[in-house]
């Protein structure tokens, strides 16, 4: 059972950060300037997260060039220009920060003539370069469905490739923004696959919008059928009073629920919780362990 939109219930209550290693990834990050997702976003996991060392770096600016609905990153029609010495920066945070697995993700940067694509597989290599021990995943955008685009990033190397289909199909729209598209994020996580078989595929769905159990279940087997071998669900918090409704408190056993099913349909890993966001410490740290199994 959902619980009405009142007021927060308890399982979402969380510590206020404050470990001395949170505040170094922070001053850390502030000297190089660059952004993080975990703050952009405003995750109410970044005590856990950058406490345990772990952090999601955001390249290609603060600002986006599309206007999802639930998302609290600025928007606007052209950003400033990339900035041609972030992906040696982040390599080298990477490094000086000795982390194990490391996510980067970004903004949409439709107004850059391939997405952003170079600019990320820059990353990747940079990241191999000065800590080849870390393990990468990228959390990219669809690149509008350019598919060279999205081989100049695949042919880059990362262990993980993510993609996030955001929410059921029935609420693509008005969650996300209309250049973006349900179809077409699957046809992303689909033709990782065809690129290149080895390279694992994470995807994440927000739920709490007004999507039934059925329709998560049918998100979940869609991911599946395009390959898809990680999945995070978590819920939605309204970030602000201008950002989308929140329509229910999803309760913990139906995240448990959502778990267990996803498991049996095949994927490899389910982070599920109320808590759990695409990026997430405790699924990053089973995937890498994945990883070394695999490559035992």
Known sequence: MARSANA???????RLPGSPRYHDIKKRARQLRLATVCEEARC???????????????????????????????????????DPEEPRNVAMAIQEMDLDYVVITSVDRDDVDDGGASHFAACIRQTKLHAPKTKIEVLIPDFAGHIGHLLTVVEAGAEVV?????????????????????????????????????????????????????EVLTTMQHLRDVGCDFLTIGQ????????????????PEQFAAYEEQGLQMGFKYVASGPLVRSSYKAGEFFISKYLDRQTA
């Not at 729209?173 to 065809?194: E, H, T």
């Not at 939605?236 to 309760?251: A, G, I, S």
């Open 44 to 82: 109410p996991n970044i005590g856990e997260c950058w406490g345990g060392g772990t952090a999601t770096f955001m390249v290609m600016g603060d600002t986006c060039t599309r206007g999802c609905r639930f998302c609290s990153v600025k928007t606007a029609k052209n950003p400033a220009a990339l």
């Open 236 to 251: 939605y918090l309204k970030p602000t009073k201008k950002h989308l409704d929140l329509v229910e408190y999803v309760r």
């Open 8 to 14: 927060k219930p308890p399982w979402l209550k969380v």
């Open 162 to 214: 993510a993609h996030n289909v955001e929410t059921v199909e029935r609420l693509t729209y008005p969650v996300r923004d209309r250049k973006a598209g349900y179809r077409q994020s699957l046809d992303v996580l689909g033709n990782i696959k065809i690129i290149d078989p080895d390279t694992m595929t994470k995807s994440s769905i927000m739920v709490g919008l007004g999507e039934s159990p059925d």
